[in-house]
């Protein structure tokens, strides 16, 4: 089944989670008023309206946090030291921890890209599948052993690799979201519009106006906001006419702009405020 670039969303969409996927993670989807969201999956932990989130923090040694390497047994047996231009799978062994297992479908819907050095880096392809894996594995196959990686349909490499390549891969951003941390720990991906239970898709908004949770200070139009670093899922911004800039901009992940200045005192006590978010378009 295909999905249109942009899913027209209405507002009850938007504010229904489900426990079943009716889309591809990442799909866009806008509202008629303007806003964007992308389709989601929750992680473990409950979401609550209005919160910050983040993707979860990606471990495994098979991702770009460790350089993964073309099996020399799946050289051996296509009987070449390239892997060809058009093909539409890889078989990989990850350097790191050799008690490392990834299980079934754990990349699904994520990313595999050639990095490193070589004159093939910087394709970067959808994942369709992967196998139950474990990198102190020698064999492979796409049912165990090292890392079976199948790319979705309408993916393949368009120049050759071979063993020199370095290959990484990484989960969905969108796959496992959680409320974001004081230092963020992964990517910022949006806020809900509703309450999410465990473990539910659901629609996260990334763009257009937004009603976020904030710290207590002053709320200025036009100022920057960016991940609070008090308060997880809060937001926090500047004070008078100092906008963020260096290191606080860096560490906290800027987020987007207020829309309306107050000087009411409820509302700077720490409450959701409206916000121009700019994460994703």
Not at 12 to 25: G, H, M, Y
Not at 135 to 148: E, F, I, K, M, P
Not at 261 to 266: G, L, M
Request: charged share 15%; net charge negative.
């Amino acid at each position: 089944m295909s999905f249109p670039y942009t899913v027209p969303l209405t507002d009850k969409e938007v504010r229904t989670p489900t426990t079943t996927q009716r889309a591809p993670l990442g799909t866009r989807g806008a509202t008629p008023d303007g806003r964007i969201f992308r389709y989601a999956k929750n992680g473990a932990t409950a979401l609550t309206k209005g919160l910050l989130c983040q993707g979860k923090v990606q471990t495994t040694a098979w991702s770009n946090t460790t350089a993964s390497y073309i099996s020399t047994a799946f050289l051996t047996e296509l009987g070449t030291t390239d892997i060809a231009a058009g093909t539409t799978y890889l078989h990989l062994t990850a350097t790191g921890d050799t008690d490392l297992t990834v299980t079934k479908d754990l990349f699904k819907e994520g990313w595999i890209w050639v990095s490193g050095t070589a004159t093939s880096a910087g394709q970067l392809m959808k994942i369709k599948t992967n196998n139950v894996a474990s990198s102190g594995s020698t064999g492979y196959s796409a049912t165990g052993g090292q890392l079976y990686v199948e790319f979705e349909a309408g993916y393949a490499l368009s120049d050759p690799i071979d063993t020199a390549a370095e290959v990484s891969v990484c989960e969905n951003e969108y796959d496992g979201v959680v409320v974001s941390a004081t230092t963020a720990t992964a990517e910022l991906v949006g806020v809900p519009a509703v309450n999410v239970a465990a473990s539910r898709y659901f629609w996260i908004q990334t763009w257009g106006p937004c009603a976020m949770k904030s710290e207590a200070e002053a709320i200025t139009s036009g100022k920057t906001v960016w991940n609070s670093t008090q308060t997880a899922g809060c937001i926090q911004g500047v004070t008078g006419s100092t906008d963020i800039t260096g290191t606080d901009a860096i560490a906290g992940g800027i987020v987007g702009r207020i829309v309306q200045s107050s000087a009411d005192a409820v509302l700077q006590a720490s409450c959701n405020i409206l916000v121009h978010l700019t994460l994703a378009p």
